[in-house]
C-alpha cells in the first residue's frame, strides 16, 4: 500500500534508502547516485515541488534533473475516453439531493468526526445490523457539496473496493481499536477512528490512555461483552494497524454502494 509520507531528506535504514513524495502529485520525487568504479558511493534523494516543473521546457530545475514533459499515449486516450462514455449514464446518475455540503475534506476526516463521517457510519450499522461502526477516517476522501448527488460522486468519497465487513469483538477490544485510532491526534491519521458511539476523550492524555468513556445509545458499553462491529474488510484483516478486531462475521457490499443505497433511501 501507500502512505502519503512526505520524506524531503528521505529515510535511510541500514543499507537502504526509503523515499516517498507526498500526496497528490505536490511533489516530484527525485534520487541522485553516485558511482565511482563501479560502486555507490552516494545517494541524495530529494523532493521538487511538482509547481516548479510543471512546464519543464520553461523550468531550469527540470532540465537540470531530467525532467521532461512525456506525451500522452494514443490507444491509452482512445480506450479511457470509451471508458468514459460507457460509464458516464452510471456515474451521473442522481441518487439524492442533501440540503448542506457534507465534509470529507482530508484534515478533518482523519482528526474528527464530520457530517458526512457520522452518515456514512450509520449507513454502515443499518445495513449490516452490527452493534456500531468503526472505520477509518482516511478512506473518506472527498466532500459532498448541497444539491443533488450522483453515484459518481458517492465513488470519489469512498474510492475504494472496500467491503462493508462485521467483525466480532470485546468491549474491551473496542477502547484498544478507539486507543489506537486516537493515539496520534491532534496530528492526521489516516487510521483515525470514524464511529456512531459517543467517545469522551482526552486528547492531552498520553497515547493509550485517552479513552474516558465510550456510549452505546447513551450507556457505557461494556469491557467484558461481546458486540458486533461493522467496520471494512481491510481495517477487518488487521490494515491501519486495527490488530484487535476479532473473527469476521459477515462480509457484504462495497462501502459506496452501502451509502449510496442509505443516501437514496433517506
Not at 531528506?9 to 563501479?38: H, Q
Not at 530529494?46 to 531550469?60: C, F, H, R
Not at 468526526?113 to 477509518?136: R, V
Not at 476523550?201 to 458499553?221: H, M, Q, S, W
Amino acid at each position: 500500500g501507500h502512505s502519503h509520507t512526505t520524506l524531503e531528506k528521505g529515510l535511510k535504514v541500514n543499507d537502504t534508502y526509503i523515499v516517498s513524495a507526498g500526496d497528490y502529485l505536490r511533489n516530484v520525487g527525485v534520487v541522485e547516485i553516485n558511482v565511482r568504479g563501479g560502486k555507490v558511493v552516494g545517494t541524495t534523494p530529494m523532493l521538487i515541488p511538482a509547481e516548479d516543473v510543471l512546464n519543464p521546457q520553461e523550468s531550469d530545475l527540470a532540465r537540470a534533473y531530467g525532467i521532461v514533459e512525456v506525451p500522452t499515449n494514443p490507444e491509452v486516450d482512445e480506450y479511457v475516453s470509451y471508458m468514459q462514455g460507457q460509464l458516464s449514464g452510471v456515474l451521473n446518475k442522481v441518487i439524492a439531493t442533501i440540503p448542506m455540503d457534507l465534509d470529507g475534506e482530508r484534515a478533518n476526516v482523519r482528526t474528527r468526526p464530520t457530517n458526512l463521517s457520522k452518515i456514512i457510519t450509520a449507513a454502515m450499522t443499518a445495513q449490516s445490523g452490527a452493534d456500531f461502526t468503526i472505520t477509518n477516517g482516511g478512506g473518506i476522501r472527498a466532500s459532498l457539496k448541497a444539491g443533488p448527488v450522483t453515484i459518481g460522486d458517492v465513488i470519489t468519497v469512498l474510492p475504494f473496493t472496500n467491503i462493508l465487513t462485521v467483525v466480532e469483538v470485546t468491549g474491551a477490544d473496542v477502547y484498544a481499536a478507539l486507543e489506537h485510532g486516537y493515539r496520534m491526534l491532534p496530528d492526521q491519521n489516516g487510521g483515525y477512528s470514524q464511529t456512531d458511539l459517543g467517545v469522551v476523550y482526552n486528547r492531552f492524555a498520553e497515547p493509550g490512555k485517552r479513552i474516558i468513556r465510550v456510549l452505546l445509545d447513551g450507556k457505557p458499553i461494556d469491557r467484558n461483552k461481546t458486540y458486533r462491529v461493522a467496520t471494512n474488510d481491510f481495517l477487518a484483516a488487521g490494515g491501519d494497524g486495527y490488530t484487535m478486531f476479532g473473527r469476521i462475521l459477515t462480509e457484504g457490499d462495497l462501502l459506496s454502494d452501502v451509502l449510496i443505497e442509505y443516501l437514496s433511501n433517506q
